[in-house]
Structure formats: structure tokens, C-alpha cells
């Protein structure tokens, strides 16, 4: 009880704070990087692209890879507990003329228009074929809608999407919170996916998904027996624990830690995407991911990549089916903007998914 109330208490707090805190930073002048040298087994996966830069093949996105960075960064001491460097910002001129947090949802024709369940909306591919077994693959997201789905039909994946928002005062962990309440949101889903297809739907693999203070109910949702066998945990610039107090730190990310773990080992899929973004009153996701990072024995590598929205890439972490990207930005267009990235994993979580589908079922999780 003591650690429910915590994680509510804490979710409620970071929403609040989040919705001024991101909205209100600029620029400053300070880079700095929690990057150290490459371990002996992601150099191996390193190759140097005569006569330019070394590069390396990013699992999540083959066709794009990232520049290694030889520039050298100022020491910020220890890379773990080192605050988020790289801060500043791009305006919408230097991202094309791009607003990340006033974009246009886009063309929704080949999704079917919401569907309110519980606090929540459903909405699924108009193509989608479930087949004799009535299967399906599906994304719950927290914290987002619109630009989640919009993101999902640039992806070209044909998941079903659960989305549900919260006022900035609440909190997302007490949606989670209680025995059943995971089970009972997916049966919901599953009753409404039959009635649509008009015979038994199914959900065959679950990813839980969160932008910003929806981490919460992500991390109150792995609490629960029912959770044991999902399959992707995704944070779009949204893994924050409590600063000065390191009992709290850990135990805020004991559950996420936990399933890295199970990542790293290839048993799941795990996606920790993070800004430059440091916040006064908690631990940044920068500092949040490093800490995943050095539990499991890594350091990041330092790169540079130009992704979608301005974003922009300056570290690197891969170890099975865990994988950290850092992006440089301070401000509330970045945090925006990390919600492209959503495309860029929903389309690796296909080739995962479609890989587990072809493989005999012994070998499925």
C-alpha cells in the first residue's frame, strides 16, 4: 500500500510538473555528455565507412545508421548521475518549419474512427485481417491519441491502438493499480475487437507504450501477475524518478530494471527513448535511462543522426532487445518531437512481431 500511494503521489506530482516545466525552458550554452568509449562488444558492431566517419547499424531503424561522434565532450564526471547536457533547442525554421507539438493528425482513413472503452479509445486498422485464429497485436498506449495513431499509420504496422489521456492533474497509476485491472482493460479491448470482426478476437502479444508522466501506469501495470507475459515496454521521454533520495530512485525503477533485464536477455522488447530535458525537482529521463544503462553492466555510445521532427541523436545504447536512444533538446518542442520516434519503434515491434509469428510455437513466447 505504502508503495502504491508513492507511485501515485509521484505520477500526479510529474504530471503537474511536467506541463509547466516543459513548456517554460530555453536555450543555455552548456554541452555536456554522459557518453564513455564503447565496450569491446559494441565495437565490434562498429564499421568504418571509408573515407568518412565510423558508423554503426541501429537495430530499430537498419536502413538509417548513426554517425559515431569523435568529437570530444566536456567530463561531466560520473556519466550515470551526470545531468543532461546538450542544452538547447531548434526552432521550427531550423526543423523545416516543423511545430512538433502543433502537428496535424494527417490522413486517418485506413483506421477506424475511435471507439470509447472505459477511460480509454480504441481504434484498429480497417484492412486488419485476424484470420481463422482471430489474433491481433496490441499497442496500449499512455498519455497521447492523436499523434500516436498518427504516428502508428506512418509506421505502416496494422496494430490495434489503445490510447487513453489524463488531465495533467491525475495520475495514470491508480488506472493500473488493483488485481485484475490489467486482465480487465484487455478483455474489454478483446470484446470490442470481437464484435467488430464478428467472431472470437484475440490479443496475441500486448505492448505497453507511454509518453511523458504515462511511465506510471507502465510501471504500476508490470506490478501485476496478469502483466508477466507482455511483450514490449515502450517510454517515449517519460522515465522520471525522485532526485536526493536514492531508496526512492531505485525503487521507482525497480520494476522497469527488472524488465530490461528480461530484454537484454532477448526475452522481451524493450524501447527508453530520452531528451536533454533536466528538470529541477526529479531525475531526468537522461539520468533514469543511465541508470538502466549501468545496471546492467553498458555505457552509451556518443553518435549523431538527424531523425524526424528536428530531433536530433547523440547516444546510443543495444543490448538484445533493449535499447536506449538519447536526443539532444531542452525544451518543450523536443519533448514533442520525441513522439516521432514512436514510428521508428512501432516498425522494429513489426519485424519483432512478424519474426515470432513465422517461428515455430515452441520457440514463441
Not at 482513413?109 to 491481433?136: N, Q, V
Not at 523536443?334 to 521508428?344: F, I, K, P, S
Request: include cysteine; charge should be neutral; aromatic fraction near 8%.
Amino acid at each position: 500500500m505504502q508503495r502504491a500511494s508513492r507511485v501515485v503521489l509521484f505520477g500526479a506530482a510529474l504530471a503537474l510538473a511536467a506541463s509547466a516545466v516543459y513548456g517554460g525552458w530555453r536555450a543555455h550554452s552548456r554541452i555536456v555528455s554522459a557518453a564513455e568509449p564503447a565496450s569491446p562488444a559494441l565495437e565490434r558492431a562498429v564499421s568504418s565507412v571509408a573515407p568518412g566517419p565510423a558508423t554503426l547499424t541501429d537495430p530499430l531503424s537498419p536502413e538509417r545508421p548513426a554517425t559515431l561522434d569523435e568529437e570530444p565532450r566536456p567530463d561531466a564526471g560520473s556519466w550515470v548521475k551526470a545531468r543532461p547536457g546538450f542544452q538547447y533547442s531548434r526552432s521550427a525554421a531550423e526543423r523545416g518549419g516543423v511545430e512538433p507539438c502543433a502537428l496535424a493528425e494527417g490522413d486517418t482513413s485506413s483506421f477506424s474512427d475511435w471507439t470509447l472503452i472505459g477511460l480509454g479509445k480504441l481504434s484498429a486498422p480497417r484492412s486488419l485481417d485476424l484470420g481463422e485464429s482471430g489474433d491481433f497485436e496490441l499497442i496500449i498506449h499512455l498519455n497521447g491519441d492523436v499523434p500516436v495513431r498518427r504516428e502508428l499509420i506512418k509506421s505502416g504496422q496494422p496494430f490495434v491502438l489503445y490510447a487513453l489521456t489524463l488531465d495533467p492533474s491525475q495520475s495514470y497509476a491508480p488506472i493500473f493499480t488493483g488485481a485484475q485491472v490489467y486482465g480487465a482493460m484487455v478483455s474489454a479491448i478483446e470484446q470490442a475487437m470481437t464484435q467488430r470482426a464478428g467472431r472470437p478476437a484475440h490479443a496475441r502479444r500486448v505492448a505497453l507504450s507511454a509518453w511523458s508522466a504515462g511511465f506510471v501506469g507502465i510501471e504500476a501495470a508490470l506490478a501485476q501477475p496478469q502483466s508477466k507475459d507482455v511483450d514490449a515496454v515502450i517510454l517515449i521521454d517519460g522515465l522520471h524518478a525522485p532526485r536526493g533520495d536514492q531508496a526512492a530512485f531505485k525503487a521507482q525503477l525497480d520494476p522497469f530494471l527488472s524488465y530490461a533485464r528480461r530484454a537484454a536477455a532477448g526475452e522481451r522488447f524493450m524501447v527508453v527513448s530520452h531528451s536533454s530535458i533536466d528538470p529541477p525537482n526529479f531525475a531526468s529521463t537522461t539520468e533514469c535511462a543511465h541508470y538502466l544503462i549501468a545496471a546492467l553492466g553498458g555505457t552509451p555510445l556518443a553518435v549523431r543522426r538527424a531523425d524526424p521532427l528536428g530531433l536530433e541523436l547523440v547516444e546510443y545504447y543495444s543490448r538484445g532487445g533493449f535499447q536506449v536512444r538519447g536526443y539532444a533538446g531542452n525544451d518543450k518542442a523536443d519533448h514533442c518531437a520525441q513522439l516521432a520516434v514512436l514510428r521508428t519503434v512501432f516498425s522494429a515491434l513489426g519485424r519483432r512481431w512478424a519474426e515470432r509469428a513465422a517461428a515455430p510455437s515452441a520457440a514463441r513466447p
